[in-house]
């Protein structure tokens, strides 16, 4: 095969996932998938992501990390965005998790969570 045929088969599949409105629903779940990788080690103190009307919604454990994050929202949004190739979220909505008592220390990674009864 060669590298034209390739490129054309790649613009073909893009066209279908616009055609059949597939390609806003992939992208989002790549930026879900670079999550990790973006954030890093910080990424397991935040859980139950999902993106809705172009705002990724995130759940925290961390206080601390939460205050870290919303000064960083800017950056984050454009280096996710930047991840996938396209614009899928202009917004991060960061909430604490209700009912986690959480002592972190960032430096470190070292934590230590319950649940309140």
Do not use: C
């Amino acid at each position: 095969m060669k590298r034209n045929d390739a490129e054309q088969i790649g613009k073909l599949i893009q066209q279908y996932l616009r055609q059949e409105s597939l390609e806003s629903p992939l992208n989002e779940q790549r930026l879900l998938d670079a999550w990790p990788q973006v954030l890093g080690p910080a990424a397991s103190y935040t859980s139950n992501l999902y993106i809705r009307n172009q705002t990724l919604y995130v759940h925290l454990t961390s206080a601390a990390l939460r205050q870290e994050l919303m000064m960083g929202r800017e950056l984050l949004v454009r280096t996710l965005n930047q991840r996938v190739g396209a614009t899928v979220i202009t917004n991060i909505y960061f909430s604490l998790r209700k009912g986690i008592l959480s002592v972190t220390f960032i430096p470190s990674f070292w934590s230590v969570s319950f649940a309140r009864s």
